[in-house]
């Protein structure tokens, strides 16, 4: 589960207002199972509301665009990071010990403490001891315990009563990361295929999607570690499969889904990164440990999402409000310009 890295580049794409988060590489010169528990709760917050972000806002109603019928959707989700997940005791590591009882994740508060290291090479002797200060949480990433998340997509109408759904956000690059990402979805009316659907309001459609995103980041000079060409290449895609309802009147939408979604992510983390410690040994005393291209990883989120919401239609654009169930809850607002 070492997705950090992942998630420290992909913070740099998601808010403006923070700043570069120091110190987080200094992870690596835990012991490999201590890494792997500080990746863990550290950035686990940030990831999982990553993954489900990029299943959230992808329809307002059941019912199909018209043939040619198209709209332009904007959305906002607003992801809820339960209070539990700000931080996490210290008491949980095998060869590595601290000053503070509790550290904070990703989205907890600022810390005063340090971590001190020791533990036993393999087939060795001798112990490595190193110390470095317990990374800050960066809270102001929050909004009333609610991380915002944007998405942009277009939707058109296809024969057979069947909609189109395209997401695009064109490369970009913040602070140093670059990132771009393209999302398709498919809509299909099932309802068509009852003939009481006619004479009612109600929708039912299937829905497929799925959304891919790609990065990069190079750390450059903010890297605590010694080291060259030191850079992460990160893609991470999102299926979604499920059923949707809608009541559509002429003003107002009430719809409801339930979608099973797959998230798989890959992670290279590339270059030499020179790990320093002292040594329980007098013979010795410093070592330094060199790594190349260190970390090549997969991981895998899956979830049942449940959502309910209501949408009021105008003649040339709609305004939704949502709310999916999951472990993050979220809340999803957005308005579409088009014609039906």
């Known amino acids: 589960m070492k997705n950090w890295l992942l998630c420290l580049v992909l913070l740099f794409y ?25 990746v863990q709760e550290y950035f686990n917050p940030l990831f999982n509301a990553l993954q489900i972000s990029m299943g959230e ?36 590591f095998n060869s590595l010990s601290s000053t503070s009882t509790h550290s904070p994740t990703i989205f907890g508060s600022d810390s005063n403490g340090t971590y001190l290291v020791e533990f036993y090479p393999p087939d060795s002797d001798y112990s ?40 695009y956000m064109p490369e970009t690059t913040n602070k140093g990361a670059k990132f771009k990402s393209i999302g398709l979805g498919i809509k299909h009316s099932i309802s068509q295929y ?20 790609e990065g990069g980041y190079n750390f450059g000079v903010n890297s605590q570690i010694p080291g060259e060409n030191q850079s992460v290449d990160l893609i991470v895609s999102n ?27 890959s992670l290279n983390i590339k270059g030499s990164y020179e790990l320093n410690y002292e040594t329980s040994s007098e013979e010795i005393g410093a070592i330094a440990f060199q790594v190349q291209d260190p970390i090549s990883i997969e ?16 003649a040339f654009y709609n305004l939704f409000v949502d709310y999916s169930f999951q472990e993050y809850n979220s809340i999803n607002l957005g308005m579409s310009l088009g014609v039906r």
């Open 239 to 265: 299926y979604g499969l499920g059923l949707l309802g809608s009541v559509d009147l002429k003003i107002v939408s009430v719809y409801a889904s339930i979608m099973q979604v797959y998230s798989k992510s």
């Open 299 to 314: 991981n895998n989120l899956n979830f049942l999402r449940k959502n309910i919401g209501i949408a009021f239609n105008f």
């Open 57 to 92: 806002g992808w329809v307002k109603s059941a019912k199909t665009h018209k043939k040619l019928g198209f709209d332009f959707t904007f959305s906002l989700s607003a992801i809820n990071v339960p209070e539990s997940n700000l931080s996490f005791g210290n008491q949980i």
């Open 128 to 167: 490595m001891s190193t110390s470095f200060e317990i990374p800050n949480g960066n809270n102001d990433l929050l909004s009333s315990g609610r991380l915002l998340l944007p998405n942009l997509q277009f939707s058109a109408g296809i024969p057979f009563k069947t909609e189109l759904i395209v997401r």
């Open 14 to 38: 998601l808010n403006n207002r923070s700043q570069n988060i120091a110190g987080v590489e200094n992870f690596l010169l835990a012991s490999q199972q201590d890494q792997e528990i500080l």
């Open 194 to 213: 009852f003939k009481a659907s006619k004479a009612t309001p109600f929708n039912l459609s299937i829905l497929a999607n799925n959304s891919r995103l």
